[in-house]
């Protein structure tokens, strides 16, 4: 890839946060709930954003290796902007009725998957939990009403009504006081803390479905991320998709595949399952897939639709025109930047490995998903000294999250088209932090 002319990104040494954020975050605090906690560690109020530059109102600039979680896969771009602008001047609120762009967006949907699931159905929702949580119950209504869902260890797929049960972290579903679904939890491969393979873990679901004294009721579903995203970006083995496609087959499961975060380009597939070249009967989707804009999709197979009684999932605000418009872009731009995603991501992944840091455990991922392992002496780094990282990297001009079943996995999600100058500062950014570089 050809390199832009030499991008130079100021920033405030310690001075963060300046004094009109500090204002902002106050008013914030007086008028909103003290339970948010993303401006614990980023603590900046948001004057403007450009592609993969965020500017505070004190005028600091910082590189966004974080994209919103994976919101903005192509970044604050000015053509989703001018989509945006260019619905704005027609409708932006149209209930179930066709529109232009609502059509454009479904063709576009249809047609960033495989072949074989051209004939697959879409349904509407507002964001990632509520996509999972819709999933679910087309599962069971095609299924079994009263029958359980398999999900798995250190997965995340929302945090809101019945779909908190399928999350497994404790520090979520400890505030939501819905029962939920009836769920079966499993083990997901992950080699650095736990000796379980991929064979385990089928020998394990297997024994759920034949042995009648294993207590659970049959499932008639099974929920997975390709990769796990809050979990800590968490690769399975090569064959772990594949073998799971392969249990649900035999027991006439639904395979659930969640690529709300794992899904538009992020892991240099337009789908993550991809990778494996399998067919899920249902895909979650959501974050990247507005651009920016709040909307989730579940794309499903014909033959469920056929068994939904009408209505089934409602909501006034599904299938935005705003959102429509700037989601036909993005599916639509997407492909043509995947071989980067791969390359770079790949060299990034090496960097990523090539820092001589004590502190650092593993690397892994795929394309634009990278997690960074952190801890010493095969013992995590605690939550307290992964936040004063964070802020060290934000007042040299670096935004980036964290996420893992010990909050000690550094990500990277940064934007599918962030300039290779950006990535490269903010990898010395990075690498300085984590050696102790930057006091």
Not at 366 to 388: L, N, Y
Request: glycine content about 8%.
């Amino acid at each position: 890839m050809k390199k832009n002319k030499a991008i130079v990104i100021p920033h405030s040494n310690g001075n963060i946060p300046g004094s009109k954020s500090k204002y902002l975050l106050e008013l914030q605090n007086k008028y909103e709930t003290r339970t948010i906690f993303y401006t614990d560690t980023l603590p900046i109020a948001i004057d403007s954003s450009q592609g993969s530059i965020i500017t505070d109102v004190d005028g600091n600039k910082f590189i966004d290796w974080m994209a919103g979680i994976s919101v903005l896969n192509i970044g604050f771009d000015q053509e989703i902007r001018n989509a945006i602008e260019k619905q704005l001047a027609k409708t932006w609120h149209a209930l179930e009725i066709p529109t232009e762009a609502r059509i454009n967006f479904l063709k576009s949907l249809s047609n960033s998957f495989p072949s074989d699931m051209k004939d697959y159905r879409t349904m509407f929702g507002i964001s990632g939990s509520d996509a999972v949580e819709t999933a679910v119950n087309i599962s069971h209504a095609v299924g079994n009403p009263r029958s359980t869902t398999i999900a798995f260890e250190g997965a995340y797929h929302g945090v809101s009504g019945g779909i908190i049960s399928a999350t497994a972290g404790s520090k979520y579903r400890r505030t939501v006081y819905s029962p939920g679904f009836e769920m079966i939890r499993v083990p997901f491969p992950y080699s650095l803390w736990y000796d379980t393979d991929v064979s385990d873990i089928i020998s394990e679901l297997r024994k759920i479905l034949l042995d009648h004294e294993s207590g659970y009721n049959r499932p008639d579903s099974l929920l997975v991320e390709p990769i796990q995203g809050e979990g800590g970006y968490i690769v399975p083995p090569k064959g772990f998709l594949k073998a799971l496609r392969e249990f649900c087959d035999e027991f006439e499961l639904s395979m659930i595949v969640d690529e709300v975060q794992s899904g538009m380009g992020r892991t240099g597939k337009m789908w993550a399952f991809e990778h494996e070249n399998i067919t899920p009967d249902i895909v979650c989707i959501s974050k990247s897939v507005g651009g920016g804009i709040p909307l989730s999709a579940i794309y499903y197979r014909d033959d469920y639709d056929e068994k939904l009684p009408k209505p089934f999932h409602m909501g006034t605000y599904r299938a935005n025109p705003l959102a429509m418009a700037a989601g036909a872009y993005v599916i639509n731009k997407i492909p043509s930047l995947l071989e980067r995603v791969k390359r770079d991501g790949e060299i990034m992944k090496k960097q990523f490995e090539s820092i001589n840091s004590e502190n650092i455990l593993e690397v892994r991922g795929k394309g634009f998903m990278i997690g960074v392992e952190m801890g010493k002496d095969h013992k995590p780094m605690s939550q307290e000294k992964m936040m004063k990282l964070k802020l060290k990297m934000l007042r040299s001009g670096l935004i980036m999250h964290t996420c893992g079943h010990f909050g000690n996995v550094f990500r990277y999600m940064g934007a599918l088209n962030i300039p290779e100058e950006l990535n490269e500062q903010g990898m010395r950014i990075f690498s300085e932090v984590v050696k102790g570089e930057v006091k």
